[in-house]
């Protein structure tokens, strides 16, 4: 990318976030919601027809139209729609804008019955609730389209260091590495216990103790510190605070409570006191489960029939490669770390796995999650299979028997188990799946740490959206062949 088309980008992205353009927006689109209203009722005549005594012109809905608009902006800035608050929800959004066309729609009915003006149509007014809160709606998903799609390419992007390896820090940094389209880039953390300040987490740095934090901000260019350490150091952060802003950086503090996942907290009252009932949330108990297993069975066998000639071709072509099995089964570690066999496509010679460990030293690969480019084991149409992820395709059986999902972590092999520190073992809480946050993020360049993080995001923030979501996402990875070896 030219300077010229990123400087045009961020200049995009400015005007999408600067604090008049859209109470202007919106006051455009409300007023066009007035004229095609009255194009759907007296023209269209939609679900109920104009007699010719009723039919009216344009001009008498104008002073309506003049009332209605600053009240649905009103409306809107009281609630907080044109504050920027990154990850909040569409849904949030879209509730905000109908219960604010809502609000002023009424207020004009409540004034037709005060004033009995000659010319209204309250059906027309209804239409107008719809289409704003449509058209609105609408502008809100393309301005997180189009900021999604600039931050991918770093434009609007903040430098993050995050204080902080504990709980609290470990689940600010997966929100950030599993959500980039939120704009936040972790540089790295610093944290006074030399066993974790001192040690990198994939790609983010460990950059050691909490004094180094005025030097870091200038050296790594921070623009944004968040503090995730405990209240107990309050006075600490406060002198954190200061040295934060003092060196140029922004100040975010993240309380201790939300090192517990919002869904485990539940506000209840006595007598005007908030209190907080903090309940487990294991979101593949009960219910989800059951779920979750029912859209994986259903998937697969709708797919089945079309799956069934793939098997047979891929099947064929290995074996007119040469001898040896068509499925090869390898040892791997499951939910609750129950071991199974992993089924897929041969791509390897005969006794490859002899030469494993030889080759994952040579190449100085991360042995709990080795990923060797150009293999020398891989077979040529091995290699075909591997770039598509076609090679997988039999780890739909492991999910017809219970033993993997469409979507979770990659299940591991047991000897990459024993390498892993404690915090590791909490990627094998679910059913391991075929594809997942770390497929979509980069699969096999994501380095382990990272995907720790983001299969451990996926565990503690799992929906059927976000499952429809890695799904739909995971087709143009594979289609490409990025990441894949």
Same mark, same amino acid.
């Given at each position: ?18 604090? *008049? ?68 929800? *569409?849904?949030? !959004? ?14 004009? $009915? ?47 992007? !903040? ?10 820090? $470990? ?5 950030? @590495? ?52 405990? *209240? ?148 040529? @149409? ?21 033993? $993997? ?17 404690? *915090? ?41 959206? $976000? ?19």
């Amino acid at each position: 990318m030219t300077p010229e088309q990123r400087r045009q980008q961020s200049q995009v992205l400015f005007l999408l976030e600067h604090r *008049w353009f859209f109470p202007l927006l919106d006051a455009v689109l409300a007023f066009a919601a007035f004229g095609l209203s009255y194009i759907g009722r007296y023209e269209l005549q939609i679900l109920r027809p104009v007699s010719e005594f009723n039919f009216a012109p344009f001009s008498p809905y104008l002073p309506y139209a003049a009332v209605f608009i600053p009240l649905l902006l009103i409306n809107y800035r009281s609630a907080g729609l044109y504050k920027s608050v990154r990850g909040r929800a *569409w849904l949030e !959004e879209i509730y905000i804008i109908a219960n604010g066309a809502a609000s002023a729609s009424v207020v004009l $009915m409540a004034l037709s019955f005060v004033f009995q003006p000659l010319v209204f149509s309250r059906l027309m007014l209804v239409y107008v609730g719809i289409v704003t809160t449509a058209s609105l709606s609408l502008t809100r998903l393309i301005r997180r389209f189009i900021e999604a799609r600039l931050r991918s390419q770093g434009i609007g992007v !903040e430098r993050v260091l995050v204080i902080g390896a504990g709980e609290v820090g $470990m689940a600010v940094l997966r929100s950030m @590495i599993a959500r980039p389209e939120l704009g936040y880039h972790p540089v790295g953390y610093l944290d006074d216990n030399p066993e974790r300040g001192m040690v990198d987490l994939g790609r983010v740095k460990g950059l050691g103790a909490l004094d180094n934090l005025e030097e870091v901000i200038r050296t790594e260019q921070v623009d944004l510190v968040m503090l995730t350490l405990s *209240w107990d150091n309050r006075e600490r952060i406060m002198t954190l605070m200061r040295l934060s802003r003092s060196a140029g950086a922004q100040v975010r503090v993240v309380p201790d409570a939300f090192q517990l996942n919002l869904r485990q907290v539940q506000v209840e009252n006595l007598d005007g006191i908030p209190l907080l009932r903090i309940d487990g949330h294991t979101p593949f108990r009960g219910t989800n489960r059951l779920i979750k297993r029912a859209l994986d069975v259903g998937v697969v066998l709708a797919a089945l029939p079309f799956l069934l000639v793939i098997f047979a071709l891929i099947a064929l072509a290995i074996r007119l490669q040469g001898g040896g099995p068509v499925i090869y089964q390898q040892r791997r570690v499951g939910e609750n770390g129950r071991e199974f066999y992993l089924l897929k496509f041969r791509t390897m010679i005969d006794n490859a796995d002899k030469m494993h460990k030889e080759l994952v030293e040579a190449a100085g690969e991360d042995p709990r999650h080795p990923k060797l480019k150009n293999d020398p084991r891989v077979t040529k @149409i091995g290699r075909f299979l591997r770039t598509t992820s076609l090679d997988e395709l039999p780890n739909l059986l492991n999910v017809l028997r219970g033993q $993997m999902s469409l979507v979770g972590p990659r299940p591991p092999t047991p000897d990459e188990v024993e390498l892993y520190e404690p *915090w590791h073992l909490q990627r094998l809480q679910i059913l391991p799946g075929i594809t997942g946050l770390w497929q979509i993020s980069g699969r096999s360049d994501i380095p382990f740490e990272e995907m720790c993080l983001l299969d451990i995001y996926y565990i503690e923030n799992w929906s059927v959206k $976000m499952d429809a979501q890695i799904l739909l996402m995971t087709i143009p990875r594979v289609l490409l062949g990025s990441g894949a070896y």
